[in-house]
């Protein structure tokens, strides 16, 4: 029986990836497509991953500000979140690697990306801390689109034995948010989120980190705060892998 030579190439690639996942082979670096690698290489992680001084309520890029107070947005503002972090600005090489992760259905990186956020300052305490560790939901819609949610891949690599995958829940059908004007996104999510019932009493009086993969305006970080607030969470950090350098109107915008 002879095959296509499409159809060999495809299933050589199949066999491959198979292969070297079950014997845990090296791969190739992400970003400078290094081999043998990790899928992100530490002169990787070194080059594009340097820490950064960022607000600590909504982990905007300080720049050259000396202190680690908050940006003028948030100084004054009411804020659901007590503290947010993020590993990384969302820029290149993250943004390919994260729409690899994201939209082709590529879960493997999960784990690198978890790594990256678990060695930015303030992570790795925060989870320490944390009693709980949910994930920003996906819609149902979207779950069964995607196949796969990315915040909950990169909780459960962070934090498996405090994860809880059915704490919080998200409605309706949202519509993709890339692209979107801030006031879109604010209609998106307003009142989208909850505490399941069965799931309020493992929030209350708790310490929790919510993660998500990318946060924009922090619109839906921000919504989903509040829901977890509204059943009782006694303190909320935020953990994102990569932080949008928008202008700082938009920050207090997405406060209102």
Known sequence: MTFPRQTKALWAQSWGTGFRQLFKLPSVCQICHAWPSQPVCA????????????????????GAKKSHAACLNCSGQENPLDA???????????????ARFKFQADPSLAKALAELMRHAPWVEPALDAANLVV?????????????FNQAF????????????????????DSAHQVGASR?????????TFWVAPEKIAKVRGQRVVLI???????????????ALRAAGA???????????????????????
Do not use: N
């Open 43 to 62: 002169a990787c992680v070194e080059r594009f991953a340097q820490p950064s001084l960022r607000c600590p309520t909504c982990a905007l890029s300080l």
């Open 84 to 98: 947010c972090v993020a590993a990384v600005s969302y820029a290149f090489p993250w943004s390919e690697c994260i």
């Open 135 to 147: 994930a920003m939901p996906l819609s149902p819609i979207r779950l069964r689109e995607r196949g």
């Open 153 to 172: 891949e990169l909780a459960r690599h962070l934090s498996p034995h405090k994860v809880d995958a059915h704490a919080l829940l998200r409605s309706g």
């Open 183 to 191: 006031e879109d996104r604010l209609a998106q999510v307003r009142d």
């Open 212 to 226: 998500d993969d990318v946060m924009t305006t922090g619109a839906s970080v921000y919504e989903a705060a509040r």
């Open 234 to 256: 006694a303190h909320i950090t935020g953990v994102v892998l990569a932080r949008t350098e928008v202008r700082q109107t938009h920050f207090a915008d997405a406060r209102q």
